[in-house]
């Protein structure tokens, strides 16, 4: 089992910024990449963005939902079992409920967070 636990959401203004945790916990060496999503009113889930190495390895590099291309930056600290997710230039678009992911290949199993909620104001 691991357990995920998201932070950092929170009401910003258009054009601001805010940095997302995502703190994983229990078996941890089980899982390979790890993500962000996130959920807006009414909508389905939608995949923000994921990484393996967090970027470190240039074959393996972060993917990215193209609506948060060259805004957003997903990053991943190993040592610390910690993901990141620096959102910059923010929307009122970008306004959801962000859900940290961490995906066990074994069994082929998601864990999820409890989820952080974003509010973007115009």
């Known amino acids: 089992q691991v357990h995920l636990v998201e932070s950092g959401g929170g009401l910003v203004q258009a054009g601001g910024s805010l940095r997302l945790s995502c703190a994983a916990s229990?078996?941890?060496?089980?899982?390979?990449?790890m993500g962000w999503y996130r959920q807006a009113a009414g909508r389905q889930r939608e995949l923000v963005a994921i990484?393996?190495?967090?970027?470190?390895?240039?074959?393996?590099?972060?993917n990215y939902a193209d609506s948060v291309k060259g805004r957003f930056t997903i990053s991943r600290d190993q040592t610390k079992n910690m993901v990141y997710l620096q959102m910059n230039s923010l929307k009122p678009e970008d306004t959801a409920v962000y859900y940290c992911?961490?995906?066990?290949?074994?069994?082929?199993?998601?864990?999820w967070g409890k989820g952080t909620l974003v509010t973007v104001s115009s």
């Open positions: 992911n961490a995906h066990q290949p074994f069994g082929a199993v998601d864990y």
């Open positions: 229990g078996s941890v060496f089980a899982i390979n990449s």
């Open positions: 990484t393996s190495s967090g970027g470190r390895v240039d074959s393996d590099p972060p």
